[in-house]
Structures are given as structure tokens and as C-alpha cells.
């Protein structure tokens, strides 16, 4: 993507393709392996339960706005429809996919529209289409969370501290915290506020390998416990009744969120071709997460009608690799045809900004998405 100085930062494209290759993995995978399964290679963990690929992603959407808008005022009506360009065009697509093959089953069309309706409050969107959801929520609370960043350096430590405590007093009340902690906002704001906080902290992240390194080992570790634990699914049972999930949002944002900005600040990356194929992926990150659901199923019984059946984790690991890179074309052909003609329509939305800066600006926002 690029900045309003007109650079381009390949690396946060490439953590993209990561987090987009996390989710993927997770449905391939799982499509043929049982979520019971634990990996005895404890990184592999993060890929079995590659949910987390959508908190990496949240946490970028945080980091990359706090970079983009850093110090800048916005037109909020402006922003908001250039959100809707760059969001709806693909949603709306594969809602449409999806409507024809609930009507075919036999649903009727207000059903359809109705559960469509709830979407824009509920995670009730199919295809990762509630993360979308998710991320709208955020982009309407994105005024006062800039406000509080700029009227105070821990404002938004304070927020996520306040989202800590209301999912305790859920937990408490409920006996259970999972379902608003993974598919709603108030589980989902720690990334994005952490994404900010890490774009703040940056020049303290910068070429501290050694604590970033770690971090993550510490996390890697922590979620083949977790893994092993149940995962997702069996800790013991979904929702689970466990209090992990009180702070289970804050532990991912906390870590992507040094991985960002350690990665974005720490390295020249490379222009080689490799480091650009994996770029591109990232920019075609948001097709391939919206489109994936089409095709794993696919790819799986392909696999096993004509290759050889899929009953080993690390062969379905392996495989999901061949699989993510089959959706690359697929991904290019999306964003060509689906997404950047309305990109075109895009306004500008900094004020006091040179024209010249603006559209830098638009030109970043190609990419500046979860797939999300």
C-alpha cells in the first residue's frame, strides 16, 4: 500500500497474505480434518486454529488507519462513502451468490432480505461477511477514538482496559463471553485500538527483535495450549464457559500489533519477485477471503476423488498451500472486475490536503482493507 508521501509499505501487503493464507488454512483444513485434531509441531497451531488470520487483520485495519490519517482531519461523510466503494461492491456480490443458492433451498426472498437486514448489527453475514459488519462498527466509532488518541497518549490503553472489564461483567452475568468476544465489536475493538497504539508506539518497536521474537513464541506456545485445550470449538463445547475469552481479543491484537509495526519499521523489504508475488496476494487479500468459501469444498473433494484422500493434518496443511495459490487468479479476476471499477467514484475526504496527496491517498486504499 501506499502513503500519502506516495511510498509503498510491501511489508504490511505481505502480512495480509498471512493473515489472509491463516483463514484459509483454518476451512480447508478443517473440511477435512476433525477440529479435535491438535498439531504436535506447537507454530502449526496458529494455522489449525487460523481463525486468527481475521485478528490479524482487524489489528491491521487499526494500525494502517492510524498511519494513514496520522495528524490528518477528515471529511467523516466523505470517508464513510469511500469505505462503502471499497467494501460493498465484492459483500454484494457474494451476498448475491449466496441468495440464489438459500433460494434454491428453499427459502423465500424475505427471509433472505431479512437476514441480510439483521447483518448490518448482528454477525449473521455469510462468507466472513460479518467481519465486514465488524468493521463498520469500528469505522462509526473511528471519530472519538481519533479524538481520544490525540487528546491523550493512553486514551485508547484506557478503551481497551474498559472492553476488558465489560466482557468480564458479561462473562460473570452469562457464563460465557465467546460469541461477543469473537464476532462482535466488543470483542474485536482491542485490535483495532492496539493496531493504533502499535502505529504510536512505533519507533519504540522498531528493531527490538528480540522482544517481538519472543512475543510471538510466547504466542505460538500459547495457542497449541490453547489448541489442545479444545480450541475454538471444544473448550469444552461452543460457546465455551471459559474466561479466556475475557481477554482471549486482547492477547492476538496485542501481539499482531507488535508484529505490525516491528515488520512495517525494522526492514527494507525486498523487491524481488517473490516478495511482490506475496504483496500481490495481500492486495487480492480481501477477494480471496470473501470468495474462499466457495471453494474449499471443492478443492477437498478434488482431492480426494482424484489425488488421494485427505485424513493427515500435515498433508491437508500442505495441500492448503496449493489450494491459496489456486485462488490467487481467482482473487486478481475479483478485484480487476468486481472491486476497482468503483474505486473510480472514490472523493476526496483530507482537509487542507494537496489534490496530489489526496489521491496518493485513494491509490492506498486499494489495499487498506480487512479482508478485513
Known amino acids: 500500500m501506499k502513503s500519502s ?38 507454530p502449526l497451531s496458529l494455522f489449525n486454529e487460523g481463525h486468527t488470520g481475521v485478528a490479524l487483520f482487524m489489528t491491521l485495519s487499526g494500525y494502517l488507519f492510524a498511519k494513514l490519517l496520522d495528524g490528518k482531519r477528515i471529511r467523516y461523510g466523505s470517508f464513510l462513502w469511500n469505505r462503502v466503494l471499497r467494501l460493498a461492491p465484492l459483500l454484494l456480490f457474494v451476498l448475491a451468490l449466496n441468495s440464489i443458492k438459500y433460494y434454491y433451498r428453499g427459502a423465500s426472498v424475505l427471509s433472505i432480505c431479512e437476514h441480510y437486514l439483521t447483518g448490518l448489527i448482528k454477525p449473521t453475514l455469510p462468507n466472513g461477511g460479518w467481519s465486514i459488519t465488524v468493521e463498520f462498527h469500528f469505522y462509526l466509532l473511528l471519530p472519538i477514538l481519533l479524538y481520544l488518541s490525540r487528546a491523550s497518549k493512553y486514551a485508547l490503553s484506557f478503551v481497551v482496559c474498559c472492553a476488558i472489564l465489560i466482557r468480564l461483567i458479561i462473562f460473570q452475568v452469562r457464563g460465557e463471553v465467546q460469541e461477543l468476544a469473537y464476532w462482535t465489536i466488543v470483542g474485536r475493538i482491542d485490535q483495532f485500538l492496539l493496531g493504533m497504539i502499535a502505529f504510536q508506539m512505533q519507533s519504540w518497536i522498531k528493531q527490538r527483535h528480540l522482544l517481538v521474537l519472543g512475543s510471538i513464541a510466547a504466542f505460538s506456545l500459547f495457542y497449541w495450549y490453547f489448541d489442545r485445550s479444545g480450541g475454538f470449538y471444544n473448550s469444552p463445547s461452543y460457546p465455551s464457559n471459559r474466561s479466556i475469552w475475557v481477554y482471549f481479543p486482547t492477547l492476538e491484537g496485542l501481539t499482531y500489533g507488535l508484529l505490525i509495526a516491528w515488520y512495517d519499521n525494522s526492514f527494507s523489504h525486498s523487491q524481488s519477485w517473490g516478495s511482490r508475488f506475496i504483496a500481490l496476494i495481500g492486495t487480492y487479500s480481501y477477494s480471496i ?62 482537509i487542507d490536503e494537496p489534490a496530489e496527496s489526496t489521491l496518493e491517498m485513494k491509490a492506498a486504499e486499494e489495499t487498506e482493507t480487512l479482508p478485513t
Do not use: Q
Open 289 to 350: 477471503y470473501l470468495l474462499h468459501y466457495f471453494f474449499t469444498g471443492f478443492f477437498i473433494g478434488l482431492l480426494h476423488g482424484h489425488v488421494l484422500p485427505i485424513t493427515n493434518f500435515y498433508i491437508a496443511f500442505c495441500f492448503s498451500v496449493t489450494g491459496f495459490l489456486l485462488m490467487v487468479p481467482i482473487g486478481y479476476l475479483s478485484f480487476r472486475f468486481i472491486e476497482s471499477p468503483f474505486l473510480k467514484l472514490r472523493t476526496r475526504y483530507l
Open 5 to 42: 508521501t506516495g511510498k509503498y509499505y510491501i511489508g504490511l501487503d505481505h502480512l495480509r497474505a498471512l493473515a489472509a493464507f491463516m483463514v484459509f488454512s483454518w476451512h480447508f483444513i478443517h473440511t477435512a480434518i476433525p477440529f479435535t485434531y491438535t498439531p504436535s509441531v506447537f
